[in-house]
């Protein structure tokens, strides 16, 4: 086992393994091993077990022991399924107008909304907004998240469109965290877009899929269905040319009003995202179906709506991740922890079921099998935190960050060195 490690020993290791993928789960189904040691080989994990045990049996090879002193917690690397952290500039106006009782119509007509920020993207070289993704992911990174995904969509337009993709690979390239690209085109009807929203979803079906399977640039296409995006009718063709084409699904459902996760279900989507007006109809088409429903609580709070129905899903069967939503607008947070604490709290969550949807239910809705639990075979992609008990973790709300982040078996960052 060439450039093997074994790390520990640790209070507790959290592996969130033998949990099932859909409906409710109580805390009592966590596996906790206590008093453990992590094996690493080839950036994957080996073997997790009692770190006494594990140490005498490589005492007398030149595996590297790295000692951890004091009490340690550690979980799976967390999973951000939903982001928009590629973007320029800010929307701090906007904030403040919504708290001052604007409605979104009026802070659009007054400059702002997604807009503002397609403008301001456009404005931005590649370079630029390289800059910026690799700064937030770095912010990410800091709390935990060693999975992100990034959807395009403030280019809106094949051109523009194409820079946000390439500077989010060129991001990934430069980070030791992996960034998952979305391409989120069909985010609203450019204004300056000269023909119909069907015109514009057939432009980009016919000239911009093509150059994303060549370049690498996405294996995912995402759809914003709603009354100021589009309808479910518009977006059909759409989504069946992208399924046509071998891309995997995913939809901006149910946040203002209904009809998205319907999409999402008829089309074999892998996850239905936002969900905050899902009704018991709703709920139930998704839980019958093999979609992930993704709560997006940092929306929630930039909104200040309801937040979604997250208990009534995993109550009625389906599967639940949990995201920040990182964009400009509606979620400037982008602490994926607090806002996952907060959602449980205000939906009754039990810890695991806060875990879970940070971990290896947000890595199945990204189809990565390979992460988001501490398994042998797994990427060694750990969360450690400086505690005694996992359960201090999510009682903080946020407050308690990782003192030490791991990725495919590296530290990648050491909060007592900065």
């Known amino acids: 086992m060439d450039n093997s490690k074994l790390i520990g020993p640790f209070r507790q290791v959290i592996p969130m393994a033998g949990l099932q993928l859909k409906g409710a789960i109580s805390d009592n189904e966590l596996i906790v091993i206590e008093d453990a040691g992590i094996l690493i080989a080839d950036e994957k994990i080996h073997t997790i077990g009692k770190f006494s045990k594990l140490l005498a049996d490589v005492i007398e090879t030149n595996i590297e022991v790295i000692r951890l002193e004091g009490n340690h917690v550690c979980l799976p690397g967390l999973v951000d399924a939903h982001t928009h952290i590629c973007f320029g500039g800010t929307r701090a106006n906007d904030y403040a107008m919504r708290n001052a009782g604007k409605t979104y119509m009026e802070i659009a007509k007054a400059g702002g909304g997604i807009w503002d920020t397609v403008t301001q993207t456009r404005k931005a070289t590649k370079e630029e907004l390289i800059k910026h993704t690799v700064k937030l992911a770095k912010r990410h990174l800091k709390n935990g998240t060693t999975t992100l995904e990034v959807k395009s969509g403030y280019g809106l337009s094949v051109e523009e469109e194409l820079k946000m993709l390439y500077a989010i690979k060129e991001a990934n390239e430069t980070l030791p965290t992996d960034l998952i690209p979305t391409c989120l085109a069909a985010h609203m009807i450019p204004k300056d877009y000269n023909g119909s929203a069907e015109d514009y979803l057939i432009e980009i079906g016919s000239l911009l899929f093509p150059k994303l399977k060549e370049e690498g640039l996405s294996n995912r296409i995402d759809a914003f269905i709603e009354e100021s995006a589009f309808s479910k009718t518009q977006i059909e063709p759409y989504f069946k ?99 996952a604490t907060i959602l449980g709290a205000f939906e009754k969550l039990t810890n695991a079921e806060v875990l879970a949807g940070i971990t290896f239910r947000a890595a199945a809705a990204l189809n990565l099998s390979d992460r988001g639990q501490l398994e042998k075979g797994y990427l060694a992609d750990l969360a450690i935190f400086h505690t005694n008990d996992y359960k201090e973790i999510l009682y903080n709300q946020g407050n308690l960050k990782p003192c030490m982040v791991w990725k495919s078996g590296g530290l990648i960052f050491d909060r007592h060195k900065g």
């Open 241 to 339: 040319k992208a399924k046509e084409m071998g891309f995997a699904i995913t939809v901006h459902a149910d946040q203002f009003s209904t009809g998205g996760s319907e999409v999402a279900v008829k089309f074999g989507a892998i996850s239905a995202d936002h969900l905050e007006a899902s009704t018991q109809k709703e709920i139930e088409l998704l839980a019958k179906s093999d979609v992930i429903a993704i709560a997006l609580p940092g929306a929630s709070l930039g909104l200040g709506c309801n937040f979604t129905p997250a208990r009534q899903l995993l109550d009625a069967g389906a599967t639940l991740a949990i995201a920040s939503d990182h964009n400009p607008g509606s979620a400037p947070m982008g602490d994926l922890l607090t806002q």
